[in-house]
């Protein structure tokens, strides 16, 4: 659910909603590497998906809020599928920098009850900023997420295919699609109509031409279910 484009510094949160789930994500703090504070952003686009579903698959698979990572950026970056090229290396260490500040608001209506979530992703993070951008990016060897987050994805987290993800990292819309078709069937056992303006409110924008974003869902699904 996270932008698909940098939606700049002047939106205060983003939000989503299909059926009865909703998400708004907010920009938060991080050092400016002089004493201060700075605000990277929203966190968008492939890297963003990409850093979060290997953390969050990680947590799942270890039974662990707290994952051990190589402390080398570079290896890090290798396993989210990423080659690091000077601009690769740019938006990798921005993404990182945006999830680990930003907060979200997650709700999940299940016919009489209802799972939020509310809070920052990461409850402790450590982060070297080099003063020259040429040295190696740095992150800690753990990262440690927190407590309701990580409770929210053992209730709700379905199985994905990490070939997959990693085959889709070129288009975020390809991404979700997919995952939303994993846990769409994951959790329903009947056939349900799903309505165009319903895949638009959660894979477009609703003030969007419906027939651009039909040919847009259309293209990225055909890539999903490749």
Known sequence: ALPYRNPGTLLPYF????????????????????????NPGIPFGTKARLILLLLSSL???EQSRVIRIDNS??????????????????QMK????????????????????????QGHLFSEFSIQIPRDDR??????????????????????????????ILALKHSARAMD????????????KKRQLIRWTSLRYQFGDRRQDMNGFKRAFKAALVQALY
């Open 15 to 38: 939000e989503r909603s299909s059926g009865k789930a909703y998400v708004r994500i907010r920009g938060g703090d991080v050092p400016d590497g002089g004493g201060g504070l700075r």
């Open 59 to 61: 947590a799942i698979k």
């Open 73 to 90: 950026f570079r290896s890090f970056c290798k396993s989210c599928g990423v080659t690091l090229s000077g601009t690769n290396h740019k």
């Open 94 to 117: 921005e993404q990182l920098l945006r999830l680990s500040a930003c907060s979200m608001y997650l709700s999940i209506e299940n016919y009489t009850t209802a799972h939020v979530f």
């Open 135 to 164: 040295q190696q990016f740095l992150w800690n060897t753990e990262v440690k997420f927190s407590a309701d987050f990580y409770e929210s994805l053992q209730t709700n987290a379905v199985p994905l295919e990490r070939d997959a």
């Open 177 to 188: 699609i997919y995952m939303w078709l994993a846990s769409t069937l994951f959790r329903r």
